[in-house]
């Protein structure tokens, strides 16, 4: 069978919902039967499939009447007949192209497909239960479906700068080789093509190079989020957008289904057993709350929260509070036996008093006796008692830690005024942040009992690095610019992080940045362990990723 299709509504450039339809006829038919495609302009077969073809006068020209002359050369069996007839015999492989339902792991999400041509719903829909939701991730539906894959990808070819644009042409058939050698979803999509386009023409491509912006919207996943009666609640392109919108509607549930569990204003425990884990009724173990104690200042409450995380760190802040509440005071215990030596040492501290440095010190040590939050009564009961009775012992290493604390920042600040000249500024602005970094008011318990000899070392080395500085100015400039670029990184991935969400590795970058300095300036004061700026830069690394 010989068959001409008539090409000639083909748009320049981008398809539109005719032209598209004309594109995939022609490559369906290209497959099972000789075929030439009549085309008015060369351009149009930049979003053709690559066939005979024959160019031809446009379907507005006088000269229509003439086309039909020009056709009859080709001696084609038949001029028109139905999709169905045509490709028929390979009807199921369309079917398997534009598949009933997407799998995730688990999770079965039904798709739908609406031909609406510059609409926000063009192309396909993943229908996904708001249940669903917080489980569900975004990678692998960039690839969309089989039928629309090598549109996609010969749309992004499309999107790259021309200078590397034009060294990939005919874009549809280095898109279709690309595609022999993809399996999709194995990868995310623009790395596993940037990889094979380099493999197979020699063309890097940086990840800003893709042009996501001018892909049409079908060529893109729409996410319709529904409820149980599927109800649509939220749709659009962008998952972690519509977390966000559907989050208030999540939390709301989440509060009616543990409003009896929650407590505010609490000074002794009152809570029963605590659940661990609460699943919201319905979904099936996919939405949880976190019950967790929570440090309300003078008081103690309990409430769901949203991540084991976040479950994680209130739960110590209410547990060390609820403690505070419910033990002798280890500060006041310790103020009525302090020494008038001890008492001048700690007015050097920066807290508003000897008081409340004395208080800062008593956190610190409730903090590292108590261990893991514990559940239950009877368990706090325990820990309640292990702290009441070793809370003193405890302080009173705390405090002389902090002695030797502030005077080697003494030591220090002393070194500081010693420094004059305008070149030396730099190394004085950098020891004093680093002072302003290690004691502040609060640091005893935000540092933790386990490093506060650490802090003192680290001055130590800080106040050796000043009484060495004229010998070795020019060495020290230098690692002081190695020091500050990592610095800058960590405050980087920092500020892209959502707050409060960092911990493992990423949490002890400031502590191997102290080492650090400390093998940088001060090596006969010794660093602990072998911190190095590689090992800085993987754990950045892995983090902003």
């Known amino acids: 069978m010989r068959i001409v299709v008539d090409c000639r509504y083909v748009r320049i450039g981008q398809h539109d919902g005719i032209s598209r339809f004309t594109a995939g006829i022609v490559t369906e038919l290209g497959k099972r039967h000789p075929l030439t495609m009549l085309v008015s302009d060369h351009r149009q077969l930049d979003m053709l499939p690559p066939l005979p073809w024959q160019l031809v006068s446009s379907p507005t020209s006088p000269r229509e009447p003439l086309v039909a002359l020009q056709v009859r050369k080709l001696r084609p069996d038949l001029l028109t007949f139905t999709r169905e007839l045509l490709i028929n015999p390979a009807a199921a492989e369309d079917v398997r192209g534009r598949p009933d339902t997407w799998v995730q792991g688990e999770n079965e999400l039904k798709l739908s497909y609406r031909f609406e041509p510059g609409t926000a719903h063009d192309g396909v829909t993943v229908h996904v239960p708001l249940k669903t939701l917080p489980q569900l991730r975004s990678e692998g539906f960039e690839w969309l479906v089989p039928a629309l894959r090598a549109e996609l990808v010969t749309a992004l070819i499309?999107?790259?700068?021309?200078?590397?644009?034009?060294?990939?042409?005919?874009?549809?058939?280095?898109?279709?080789?690309?595609?022999?050698n993809l399996e999709p979803r194995k990868r995310p999509l623009l790395d596993a093509l940037a990889s094979e386009i380099e493999a197979q023409r020699g063309v890097r491509i940086a990840p800003a190079d893709w042009d996501l912006a001018r892909l049409?919207?079908?060529?893109?996943?729409?996410?319709?989020?529904?409820?149980?009666?599927?109800?649509?609640?939220?749709?659009?392109?962008?998952?972690?957008?519509?977390?966000?919108?559907v989050r208030p509607k999540l939390r709301a549930a989440l509060a009616a289904a543990t409003r009896k569990l929650e407590r505010t204003g609490q000074t002794k425990w009152t809570f029963g057993k605590i659940p661990k884990v609460v699943a919201l009724p319905g979904t099936g173990q996919s939405i949880r709350a976190y019950p967790s104690l929570v440090d309300e200042g003078t008081t103690v409450g309990l409430r769901a929260l949203e991540s084991p995380e976040a479950q994680r760190l209130n739960m110590r802040a209410g547990m060390r509070r609820l403690l505070t509440l419910t033990i002798p005071s280890p500060a006041r215990a310790y103020q009525a036996k302090l020494g008038n030596q001890a008492a001048l040492a700690l007015l050097e501290a920066p807290h508003a008093s000897v008081g409340a440095v004395l208080e800062d010190a008593s956190t610190a040590a409730i903090t590292a006796l108590m261990g893991e939050p514990v559940f239950d009564e009877a368990s706090f009961e325990q820990v309640r008692a292990h702290?009441?009775?070793?809370?003193?012992?405890?302080?009173?290493?705390?405090?002389a830690d902090v002695v030797r604390i502030l005077q080697a920042a003494r030591e220090v600040r002393r070194g500081l005024d010693s420094l004059h000249g305008a070149a030396l500024d730099p190394v004085r602005r950098d020891v004093a942040s680093q002072i302003g970094r290690l004691v502040f008011p609060g640091f005893i318990s935000a540092t933790g009992a386990r490093r506060l000899p650490d802090v003192e070392r680290y001055l130590r080395a800080a106040a050796w690095r000043l009484d060495r500085l004229t010998k070795n100015a020019a060495v020290d400039r230098d690692r002081m610019k190695a020091i500050h670029e990592l610095e800058d990184a960590h405050r980087r991935v920092l500020e892209e992080l959502p707050a409060g969400v960092f911990d493992g590795e990423l949490s002890e970058v400031p502590w191997l940045l102290e080492e650090l300095r400390v093998s940088y300036f001060a090596q006969a004061i010794g660093p602990k362990g072998q911190p190095s700026a590689k090992r800085i830069r993987r754990i950045l690394g892995d983090a902003a990723r």
């Open 158 to 180: 499309r999107s790259l700068p021309k200078e590397l644009r034009k060294r990939l042409v005919p874009v549809p058939d280095v898109a279709a080789k690309v595609l022999e």
């Open 216 to 245: 049409p919207a079908y060529l893109k996943m729409t996410f319709s989020v529904e409820d149980e009666q599927g109800k649509r609640i939220a749709a659009g392109q962008d998952l972690s957008a519509l977390r966000e919108q």
């Open 387 to 399: 702290v009441a009775g070793h809370a003193q012992g405890v302080m009173a290493r705390i405090i």
